[in-house]
């Protein structure tokens, strides 16, 4: 219920005003039954902007750091998220990809649509990276079309850190439906999910023109953030006279 009332009442209506986003390939989104929509990310108002301008109703994998913030803030932001029926994935330890792939299922289990980021995480430099499995996976266990979708403008409207997003054109673009009934029974094959995962972030990768990184984000973010810190401890701060 509140998700339909964020939808068009509360923040759809605004979010529209305010990107005034174009929609392209909406066609390719099925009216009924279970479907995988798989996007980049590159910002946090991606999570609003194609809930917006879906006409059915989308649940998203987010992660679980969205639900357990601290503080009037971190409340309201899991409040925000539950009542619009997303569903916290922890991403941590050896279980977690098992437990979004469950989540995921009972999902597409309902018929529904299923929103994920093969990625795993917010791009924090503009760029498409490397796919997670778990996407391929869940196509083929649920046996479910998955559509490629990609968000542009968004990184630029709202970047890593920005609370107040920036007035910026954006495009939401949906690309056909991909099929993977050939792989039936497959899913234990480790080849087989990393060439689904890789069509998949192709399709996105044809429909955003970004430029491509043959890394896990993750990975990246962390290597980075390990050489800053090297180089902070290298060079300390010289102290105040």
Not at 27 to 42: D, F, M, Q, R, T
Not at 84 to 112: C, T, W
Request: charged residues 25%; contains cysteine.
């Amino acid at each position: 219920m509140f998700y339909y009332l964020l939808k068009y009442v509360l923040l759809g209506p605004l979010l529209r005003l305010v990107f005034r986003p174009r929609i392209e390939g909406l066609e390719h989104v099925p009216a009924s039954g279970p479907a995988i929509v798989a996007g980049n990310h590159l910002s946090f108002s991606d999570h609003f902007l194609m809930p917006a301008v879906l006409k059915r109703r989308i649940t998203f994998l987010a992660k679980a750091e969205y639900f357990t913030g601290p503080g009037l803030k971190g409340r309201l932001t899991a409040f925000f998220f539950r009542s619009a029926g997303q569903i916290p994935v922890d991403r941590s330890g050896k279980e977690a990809g098992q437990a979004a792939i469950r989540e995921g299922l009972k999902v597409l289990g309902k018929g529904e649509l299923l929103g994920i980021y093969p990625e795993g995480t917010r791009s924090h430099d503009g760029r498409l990276y490397k796919g997670k499995v778990g996407v391929a996976v869940m196509a083929l266990r649920a046996g479910v079309p998955v559509i490629p979708c990609a968000m542009i403008g968004t990184f630029e409207a709202q970047p890593p850190g920005k609370v107040i997003p920036n007035v910026h054109p954006v495009v939401i673009r949906f690309g056909k439906p991909l099929e993977f009934s050939r792989y039936a029974g497959m899913e234990d094959e480790k080849a087989v999910l990393r060439a689904i995962t890789d069509e998949i972030i192709y399709a996105i990768l044809s429909l955003s023109g970004q430029e491509y990184v043959d890394q896990y984000a993750a990975v990246v973010k962390a290597d980075q953030a390990a050489e800053k810190g090297g180089k902070e401890r290298r060079f300390p701060r010289a102290p105040l006279s």
